[in-house]
């Protein structure tokens, strides 16, 4: 159970609350365990263990019960609350059913190794360090860092040997009592959220209709965004997303990028501070890495090489702010970050040079599928980013992405006895790699122009009609999401994840495409599939969960390296709910298209809060696959 308002973390088992110091248990600040231990001992005796539950994206909730006498029968008399924060507060609290008052000795036992979270991992936490008291409570200290637990009230003993702070409690009957443990650095102050402020970028979106799990879990998504929200330390006007907890804590460029397109209906804030904060990483001067925004390697599976995050952000970049700006990016901001696009834009056609493909330069020349439909969005939604803004070099954007969408129909379809099949690669000596991976979702993902028109795709009509089918068949339809690689292929395996894990966010891109193409039966199933996952995982979606095929009485296996809440993860609730109502805005335009999926799959729902050209924009659509707008900015017209 993973407690999240960045930069602070709580990672609890989900036994009984108890924090022990195994595993990655703990209290964490910007990356570094400021506590391991917390244990409660009530009377002598620890609680037994009823529940646990996450109340937010930032607060557990552990229940226990003690029978504080042998005489008083099987029911408890004494219920132990435990109430955990993100932000290093934890309040214990007891409460009395008993008839008469009661006298409880309560002892806390305390301890940490103010270790790395990435030492930890990895099995190098080290020991507990020696504890000293410090006013009302402990404090431990080391090379690296230094840290404290305050407690109110203060306790009656507080023991630096055995790491033990004790009160004696008086229930009246019926009475409750509390004590509050405060967990920080030393030096640092009360954690402050991005998401908890009143400037938070993303707007506070609601769902509701027939289908409960829509509302619960595009809530709870919207508030793991809020948590995994950071800001940027030089210009803390400007925020971006964390990749998510607890593995990647840290800014990611693309997965930031990623997450920041797909929470577009919860306003444009996200995406123009994550841009900002990326354009000022860009690199520039001479050499062929100029417009590159930079970004770590990233393992692709076992069937292709390494892939650089850094070409995915580099071709996110003027795609992300084309978008925002139809959905209503002031254009003073657009005009700011254009000479940053122009630049990512300038890459792109300098780097293909005459090749009608974007080839991966550290592959020896490996040509990706998934790079070809970054490639070819980002050169038609920066082509029509320069027209409308009156800058040069839309021309030479369309020209190239037409020449890529003649080559890729003809090099990167491979013909079969089931009508073909996109390849996932071609090798540098221009054969295919011929596996069908989830990568071919991202072919869907076309974009969106001005009047609520999509780009044109890489893939003709009928080559597209081929790749629905086969992401809505059980090969790559788990009943639970979009695999990651097809069951039939070579090296497939349901944990691998990128083999054949079903990956929330390129689900999500399948829906939002397969609806837009008008293949609704095939988006609706993995739409399904993804909300009946949420459901074993209380609504709070991990980055993926294994690829295994969904039988009755079945439930989605959890992959032990996932970040959960993950960014990508939870702004694909997002992208993956609102694209029932098919919202196209364009904002400069003063208009905004309707195209909602008409099979209704879960039944009539509505969207209250939404964000479009800077104001709220609250939509319903019916039972029957009509949309109407409830709520909208003065003069949005409602285009054809």
Not at 130 to 137: I, M, T, Y
Not at 350 to 355: H, I, K, L, R, S
Not at 442 to 469: F, I, N, S, Y
Not at 555 to 579: D, F, G, N, W, Y
Request: include cysteine; charged fraction near 20%.
């Amino acid at each position: 159970m993973i407690c999240v308002a960045l930069p602070g973390l709580a990672i609890s088992s989900r036994d009984e609350g108890q924090l022990t110091g195994r595993g990655l248990e703990g209290f964490y600040r910007a990356g570094r365990r400021v506590l391991s231990r917390c244990e409660i001992r009530v009377a002598g005796r620890k609680p037994l263990a009823v529940q646990a539950q996450m109340i937010a994206a930032d607060r557990a909730r552990f229940v226990g019960t003690l029978r504080t006498s042998p005489q008083a029968g099987p029911d408890p008399d004494v219920v132990v609350e435990r109430n955990r924060y993100a932000d290093g507060t934890e309040r214990i609290t007891l409460h009395s059913a008993a008839s008469r008052p009661l006298r409880l000795p309560v002892e806390v036992a305390l301890g940490t190794d103010l270790a790395d979270l990435g030492a930890i991992a990895s099995g190098n936490a080290g020991p507990e360090l020696p504890a000293s008291v410090h006013g009302s409570g402990l404090r431990w200290s080391c090379a690296t860092g230094d840290a404290s637990v305050t407690a109110e009230p203060p306790p009656a003993d507080a023991l630096a040997s055995a790491g033990l702070l004790r009160w004696e409690l008086n229930l009246p009957p019926g009475g409750s009592r509390s004590v509050e443990l405060r967990v920080r650095p030393d030096g640092a102050g009360p954690l402050r959220a991005v998401g908890r402020a009143a400037t938070s970028p993303l707007a506070a979106a609601r769902a509701e209709g027939d289908d409960p799990t829509a509302a619960a879990l595009l809530r709870t998504s919207i508030e793991d965004l809020q948590a995994l929200l950071l800001r940027d330390a030089v210009h803390p006007a400007d925020t971006h997303l964390a990749a998510g907890a607890p593995w990647r804590c840290g800014l990611a460029p693309a997965d930031a990028l990623v997450a920041a397109r797909m929470a577009l209906p919860l306003g444009t804030g996200l995406a123009a501070g994550t841009l900002r904060i990326l354009a000022r990483t860009q690199l520039t001067g001479p050499g062929p890495q100029s417009g590159m925004i930079p970004g770590p390697r990233r393992d692709a599976g076992p069937l292709l090489p390494p892939q650089c995050t850094g070409t995915e952000a580099t071709l996110l970049f003027p795609a992300l702010l084309a978008e925002a700006r139809r959905w209503g990016l002031p254009e003073q901001e657009t005009e700011a970050l254009l000479p940053a696009a122009e630049r990512c834009l300038t890459w792109l056609l300098a780097t293909a040079g005459d090749d009608p493909y974007l080839r991966d330069p550290h592959s020896g020349g490996l040509t990706r599928c998934e790079t070809q439909a970054h490639a070819h969005r980002a050169a038609l939604l920066g082509a029509d980013l320069l027209d409308a803004c009156g800058r040069a070099g839309g021309d030479g954007l369309r020209q190239w992405a037409q020449a890529s969408r003649t080559a890729f129909r003809r090099d990167f379809w491979v013909d079969d006895l089931g009508g073909g099949r996109p390849a996932v690669a071609r090798a540098p000596d221009g054969r295919p790699v011929p596996h069908l991976s989830s990568a071919a979702a991202h072919l869907l993902d076309t974009g969106l122009l001005g009047g609520g028109a999509m780009a044109p795709g890489l893939l003709d009509k009928v080559q597209t009609e081929h790749l629905a089918r086969l992401l809505g068949s059980p090969v790559m339809d788990s009943g639970w999401g979009l695999r990651g690689l097809g069951v039939k292929e070579p090296g497939f395996n349901p944990f691998g994840h990128r083999a054949g894990a079903v990956r929330v966010q390129e689900t999500a891109l399948a829906v939002a495409g397969l609806a837009a193409a008008g293949f609704e039966k095939e988006a609706s199933s993995l739409l399904r599939g993804v909300l009946a996952a949420a459901a074993y995982f209380e609504h709070r979606l991990p980055e993926m969960y294994a690829g295994e095929q969904r039988t009755e009485g079945s439930t989605p296996l959890p992959h032990p390296a996932a970040c959960r809440p993950a960014a990508t993860a939870a702004a694909a609730v997002v992208l993956l709910l609102t694209t029932l109502a098919g919202i196209r805005p364009d904002a400069p335009a003063g208009t905004v298209t309707l195209r909602p999926v008409r099979s209704a799959p879960l039944g009539e729902i509505g969207f209250t809060g939404l964000r479009v050209a800077g104001a709220p924009f609250s939509v319903r659509v019916s039972r029957l696959g009509l949309a109407m707008v409830e709520e909208a900015a003065d003069g949005l017209q409602l285009g054809a």
